[in-house]
T-cell receptor
């Protein structure tokens, strides 16, 4: 079975531009998570969904960030407008049930110039 | 609130040495889950083990072993006869809090370098 799929793998953009990151969870998994990894803050949870419904978005840094899950096989994380401090690796993960192992995608390395 | 502390920022060993990575966690919940993930230089996060709070049995998987002690709130990870391919960043993580089990709290990670 395919793992979590993320696209793009690398994104370089200029400050002020809109960025959209995409994620396809493992088929059959009910939970989807977005994490951000930086040197300063480590790995931090941004938001997670259960059955396509956002459950906890308390980690979303500010209104410039938004996430959607229109169906069970697709989610997006959007940053508008992007800023240099948003540069990080963004991971998507999915799990079968609450508390189960989260399997991570390969990540998207975002650079905002 | 949940917290995970990995006090060792970096560890350097020579191949074939045994190495133990420490993890101490804090939670007020009686039901929780502990994890270890590996992040090799290629950047992906690879799941290694999941343990629930009611199972204190130590686990061994090949060269890897885990020691879970609730009395000291620790979940340490030992690699026996380390190899160069073990070089990576290792993260300990905690999931707790009833309906918030989905929230993984990660430690800061331990960078392990195994020299030939």
């Amino acid at each position: 079975d395919a793992g979590v799929i993320q696209s793009p793998r690398h994104e370089v953009t200029e400050m002020g531009q809109e960025v959209t990151l995409r994620c396809k969870p493992i088929s059959g998994h009910d939970y989807l998570f977005w994490y951000r990894q930086t040197m300063m803050r480590g790995l931090e949870l941004l938001i997670y969904f259960n059955n396509n419904v956002p459950i906890d978005d308390s980690g979303m840094p500010e209104d410039r960030f938004s996430a959607k899950m229109p169906n069970a096989s697709f989610s997006t994380l959007k940053i508008q407008p992007s800023e240099p401090r948003d540069s990080a690796v963004y991971f998507c993960a999915s799990s079968l049930k609450n508390g189960d192992t989260q399997y991570f995608g390969p990540g998207t390395r975002l650079t905002v110039l | 609130a949940q917290k995970v502390t990995q006090a060792q920022t970096e560890i350097s060993v020579v191949e074939k040495e045994d190495v133990t990575l420490d993890c101490v966690y804090e939670t007020r919940d009686t039901t929780y889950y502990l994890f270890w993930y590996k992040q090799p230089p290629s950047g992906e996060l690879v799941f290694l083990i999941r343990r629930n709070s009611f199972d204190e049995q130590n686990e061994i998987s090949g060269r890897y072993s885990w020691n879970f002690q609730k009395s000291t709130s620790s979940f340490n990870f030992t690699i026996t006869a380390s190899q160069v391919v073990d070089s990576a960043v290792y993260f300990c993580a905690l999931s707790a809090g009833g309906t918030s089990y989905g929230k993984l709290t990660f430690g800061q990670g331990t960078i392990l370098t195994v020299h030939p």
